[in-house]
């Protein structure tokens, strides 16, 4: 009596990539490009020029002397610059499914913003930017920075010479929680909060200080040693804007980074695990393929 044939083993079928390992852990679902990157160095050289430039600035030079048009002057270009950023950010990487959680994102810091306007320093927002930037990437944060803090100055009647500054120090802010270096063994859980939370106490700090230097030098109606001397040094400018932050500022500063621990502590992983859910469903940069039937 002979055997039966045995049947054949189906022969197993090519494993099917899963949705949510589209985008790898540590790695931004939006990448930046050479053109973006090189955009970005453009418009953060514009800009670092537009804070600084009153402190080399010849006293004497035309420049000085048209002190009170700069701020229009530089709020036209910088616009125009973080346009450009933003074409090019989209042109390398921005679908329509990172576009709309861009839209969400930034409609959500921008209504947070105005809860604590005007109240020591209390501004939720900037928790929200740490950790958008941190799960989306410095190019992601970048343009959402920017995009929120205009959105909020609408919304809030915040337009002004200000506005431009106010987006490419908040576009910094978001970015650089961009850069921090990625999940890993020793850099998750508890650990990874902690890192956003120092970083948003030092970035709340900085933002302060950087949009101080925004406006103090053309503060000269103020007849102290605190005041911006075009006829000074550097040495001495600099010691006089560090007396002008802690006299005038310090407070909102320091409330600013203390919201933005605490929310970071006891928000932050909540959040976190909602945003890498979020673009791991998205699955931003994911090829669409066709399978024949």
């Given at each position: ?69 700069a ?45 604590g ?6 501004e ?21 920075g ?7 100055a609408?919304l ?60 103090w ?11 911006f001397?075009?006829?000074?040094g ?19 500063d ?10 970071t ?28 039937a």
């Amino acid at each position: 009596m002979t055997a039966a044939p045995r049947p054949e083993a189906a022969a197993p079928s090519p494993p099917r990539p899963d949705r949510d390992s589209r985008v790898r852990p540590g790695s931004p679902p939006v990448r930046l490009g050479p053109r973006s990157v090189a955009s970005l160095v453009l418009v953060s050289a514009v800009g670092a020029a537009g804070f600084t430039w009153p402190l080399f600035a010849d006293p004497g030079s035309q420049v000085g002397t048209h002190a009170q048009d700069a701020p229009w002057l530089f709020t036209g270009l910088l616009v125009l610059l973080v346009a450009v950023v933003a074409a090019t950010i989209s042109e390398s990487g921005l679908g329509p499914k990172a576009v709309a959680m861009l839209g969400v994102l930034a409609a959500t810091g921008a209504a947070l913003r105005p809860i604590g306007a005007g109240t020591a320093g209390i501004e939720p927002m900037f928790f929200l930017m740490v950790l958008s930037g941190r799960v989306l990437g410095p190019g992601f944060g970048f343009v959402l920075g920017n995009v929120t803090m205009f959105a909020s100055a609408l919304l809030t009647g915040g337009v002004g010479p200000w506005l431009p500054f106010q987006m490419l120090a908040m576009g910094w802010f978001t970015l650089g929680a961009g850069l921090l270096p990625g999940p890993g063994r020793w850099l998750r859980g508890r650990a990874e909060v902690a890192l956003l939370a120092v970083y948003g106490l030092v970035a709340a700090f900085a933002y302060g200080t950087v949009m101080n230097l925004a406006g103090w030098p053309f503060m000269g109606a103020l007849a102290s040693n605190i005041a911006f001397d075009p006829h000074a040094g550097l040495a001495a400018n600099l010691t006089r804007f560090l007396a002008y932050c802690l006299a005038t500022s310090l407070g909102w500063d320091l409330g600013r980074a203390v919201v933005t621990v605490v929310l970071t502590f006891f928000l932050g992983p909540a959040v976190l695990k909602a945003l890498r859910r979020a673009t791991r469903r998205a699955a931003f940069e994911a090829p669409v393929a066709f399978e024949h039937a």
